[in-house]
């Protein structure tokens, strides 16, 4: 049976000995779940009584266990490395990294890989990934000479960034790379200019971004009759219009949104093969699959089992060319941020809850708070009773709040100099963190 609450009336682990509570814990998250299910949160208003979570009597309540989220022997190696630095830093298990590859590989078994490096664009990851066979989606000059400064050839590489100077497509196109992303005539003509006798592909506009933690599809993308027209302006101004590419928006919870999209997608292909002569090669599907946060989402094997179907469905057995554009999925689940509670206050003498101040905010890493969007796992040494709090970061900026409306609970023991671990980090922190702001440097950032 599901129970629905407010934080405030949860019962502490001392109630919990008085005998007060049948239940043993609970777990947070922004929905209900049911009894049983595999991932629980740590943070949110709804929860559910778990009377089948196998962990030790004296737990407290709201903690997450780390359990879900790594391997025990993969965490102790990580924390013991934590141990001896400085913070705030971002640790990053590369194993973890090559195993989420080969997940993918083998849940995809025909599609290429292009790994989105402005995830994460470590030279210890581009030499993992390359090393195992995976293709780069580049979005700038600076991304390509770094990727190709590590071996990488120029046909393993896709120009992915559909806003782009005309020079930088002339730059990639000097170094050998023949495949473009566009979305709109302007840069499709730059293209024919700078890069003569290239393939292109066209972004289209996609829904979904409702059921998206980070949505992507309104900056990106044209609508499908602009697409099947810049598909027929690239073939007159002699490129190759090669396919057809979309993104659910990233951290895409909602399966479904890829069986809208391919639908789109076939449409195009046919429309152009019987009106124009127009045949198409490829499909970009993205990226979107989701890392392991609070909320809960589906297994990547149910991902791809139900993607290929939809894929089928519509094209047959024959599939076009497959392109997969992960980041997030590969990268995030193998980082651990560290920072470290620097103040601990309240606003009045009559106060509710606790601001926690810590020496990482979301200009240095964790810019993914905007919004409240991404909401990562917390976990902390401390136990004992917890109370809710407003996690804020170090910086003279009133923006530099993680998280206020989405009630994240800590103990309340915890106190300045104490460590706050934010797990599923690997991804999008390192490259979002700021050079210089109130002059604190970027973050720190160590691969095991």
Not at 99 to 116: M, N, P, S
Not at 342 to 357: C, D, H, I
Request: net charge negative; proline share 4%.
């Amino acid at each position: 049976m599901l129970e629905t609450i407010h934080p405030a009336q949860v019962l502490t682990t001392r109630q919990q000995g008085q005998g007060q509570i049948s239940h043993g814990l609970f777990a947070f998250g922004d929905m209900p779940w049911e009894v049983g299910e595999p991932k629980w949160g740590y943070g949110g208003r709804s929860f559910a009584p778990i009377d089948q979570f196998s962990l030790p009597l004296g737990v407290p309540s709201m903690s997450i266990q780390v359990e879900d989220y790594y391997a025990r022997d993969t965490f102790n190696k990580m924390k013991a490395f934590a141990d001896t630095q400085e913070t705030p830093f971002v640790v990053i298990d590369t194993a973890m990294i090559a195993q989420a590859y080969d997940d993918l590989r083998a849940g995809f078994e025909f599609a290429k890989v292009y790994y989105a490096v402005k995830a994460n664009p470590a030279v210890e990851i581009i030499d993992l990934l390359k090393d195992k066979g995976s293709s780069f989606d580049i979005a700038s000059i600076y991304e390509l000479d770094k990727v190709m400064a590590r071996g990488v050839s120029p046909d393993r590489i896709s120009y992915g960034n559909t806003i782009k100077k005309s020079k930088d497509i002339r730059y990639f196109y000097e170094k050998g790379v023949r495949l473009f992303s566009t979305d709109s005539e302007a840069d499709l003509r730059n293209i024919a200019k700078a890069a003569p006798g290239s393939k292109v592909y066209v972004r289209i506009l996609t829904e979904g971004s409702t059921t998206a933690d980070w949505p992507l599809s309104r900056k990106f993308g044209c609508q499908t009759d602009m697409a099947m027209d810049l598909l027929i302006l690239a073939r007159d101004l002699g490129l190759v219009p090669y396919g057809i590419s979309f993104h659910v928006g990233s951290q895409q919870r909602d399966i479904s949104v890829w069986d809208a999209a391919i639908a789109k997608v076939k449409v195009i292909f046919e429309r152009l093969k019987e009106e124009d002569g127009i045949h198409l090669k490829l499909i970009n599907m993205g990226g979107g699959f989701p890392a392991n946060y609070i909320t809960r989402t589906n297994s990547l094997e149910t991902y791809a089992e139900e993607i290929i179907r939809f894929l089928k469905e519509d094209f047959g057995d024959d599939l076009p060319e497959i392109i997969l554009e992960p980041g997030r999925s590969l990268i995030a689940n193998a980082g651990i941020l560290v920072s470290e509670v620097v103040l601990v206050a309240r606003k009045s003498r009559t106060a509710v809850e606790r601001w926690v101040y810590t020496d990482e905010g979301k200009f240095s890493g964790l810019i993914e708070t905007m919004d409240e969007a991404i909401k990562f796992p917390i976990w902390t040494e401390k136990k004992g009773e917890m109370e809710e709090v407003v996690i804020a970061g170090p910086t003279c900026d009133s923006a530099d709040i993680m998280y206020e409306n989405y009630k994240y609970g800590l103990p309340l023991n915890l106190a300045i100099g104490d460590r706050l671990y934010w797990l599923s980090t690997g991804a999008y922190t390192t490259s979002y963190s700021a050079v210089e702001f109130n002059g604190f440097p970027p973050l720190k950032s160590f691969y095991v």
